[in-house]
């Protein structure tokens, strides 16, 4: 998940707008040089801090929280540290953008977040701590990285029907609708008064309530009627409706269970899946397996995939080249 999240931390610093000043006058610290300019921690933390709060607000532990943070903040420097690179190189190469693209772009601004009212706007960056030229400054900045990924990125992708075609046959299953489970599950609470339910064969220095679960999956596999064991032993939901949870998908379950219960055809039970709190043990009652929908109904969505994928590898050969001939540090 972590992963995933970085990647995406990543992408949207690339691929979309934002506003982040790199002025030299700041004085909150550097968290990382890129040629003669640098990057601030509060630029840093204007990317990652909700992402950081998710984590802070989370049940993990302390150390893992402190491990996982540090990890976000160094994905974010080093997205901001390409993003700076790109844009030096539209200075080096001797690149202008004109000035009445920019003052364009400043009127659609005012426009569409400030209601056309530039007292607005200037208000907003008082609260900000901004001046004028420096907002002015991230917005030449941002029409100048946008200009370059579009001249060494973006352009360079070409989609043929042909590559859509085959790109379609090769992931069909990941453009298909979520695989649904209609799913009766029966619980054993770890923490349940289960004396009375055991088996009399139960060997004394078992654990009693795997004894339990063992016996009620031999049960159900035998022919008995599983909404009638989940009537007498679940301690979990749904317990009058034979433990019937209705259609789900796997992302509904904790992914334990979404691994065992997404695996069993109509009628299967599952053997009882242990997890701290107690033991789960599921039967499917109908399963569902969604088809991929035709490609013409889809082919917009199979080309933004693959204009995703190559542009990614385009933008990590600029940048190797990039870092290959600039001067950074990570501090």
């Known amino acids: 998940m ?37 990057i601030t921690f509060s630029d840093v933390r204007r990317q990652v801090g909700d992402a950081e709060r998710v984590i ?15 990890e976000l903040r160094l994905a974010a420097i080093n997205a901001l ?20 693209i920019i003052e364009q772009q400043i009127r659609s601004i005012i426009r569409e977040e400030y ?23 991230e917005i030449e900045d941002e029409l100048k990285f946008q200009a370059m990924v579009h001249h060494f990125i973006r352009r360079r992708v070409v989609v043929s029907p042909k590559k859509v075609e085959e790109y379609y046959e090769k992931n069909k299953h990941e453009f298909a609708p979520p695989k649904e489970a209609r799913l009766a599950i ?10 009375t339910k055991l088996s009399q064969s139960s060997p004394q220095d078992s654990d009693p309530l795997s004894t339990l679960a063992a ?20 301690d979990g939901p749904y317990k009058e409706n034979g433990g019937d949870w209705g259609w789900l998908t796997p ?18 039970v599952s053997n009882a899946v242990e997890t701290e709190d107690g033991y789960y043990i599921i039967k499917a009652l109908e399963v569902k397996n969604p088809s991929a929908p035709p490609l013409e109904e889809i082919r917009e969505q199979v080309e933004q995939r693959i204009q995703i994928a190559e542009s990614r590898e385009i933008q990590k050969e600029l940048i190797d080249q990039l870092r290959r001939n600039a001067y950074v540090k990570i501090l």
Do not use: W
């Open 2 to 38: 972590l992963k995933n999240l970085c990647t995406l931390l990543f992408s949207v610093l690339l691929f979309i707008g934002i506003h982040t000043p790199f002025s030299a006058q700041t004085t909150d610290g550097i968290a990382a040089i890129v040629n003669d300019e640098i």
């Open 56 to 70: 802070a607000q989370s049940s993990l532990p302390p150390q893992e929280k402190t491990a996982r943070i540090r």
């Open 81 to 100: 540290i390409d993003r700076r690179l790109i844009i030096q190189e539209f200075t080096k190469r001797g690149y202008q953008m004109p000035q009445n």
């Open 115 to 137: 209601n056309g009212d530039r007292t607005k706007l200037n208000d907003a960056l008082r609260q900000q701590g901004k001046t004028y030229e420096q907002f002015r400054q």
């Open 186 to 195: 029966l619980y054993l609470s770890k923490h349940m008064r289960f004396d």
């Open 215 to 234: 016996d009620i999956v031999q049960k159900a596999r035998k022919g008995e009627d599983f909404a009638n064991l989940v009537r007498i032993y679940s």
């Open 251 to 268: 992302d509904a379950l904790r992914s334990e269970l979404s691994q065992v219960a997404f695996s069993l055809k109509p009628g299967q």
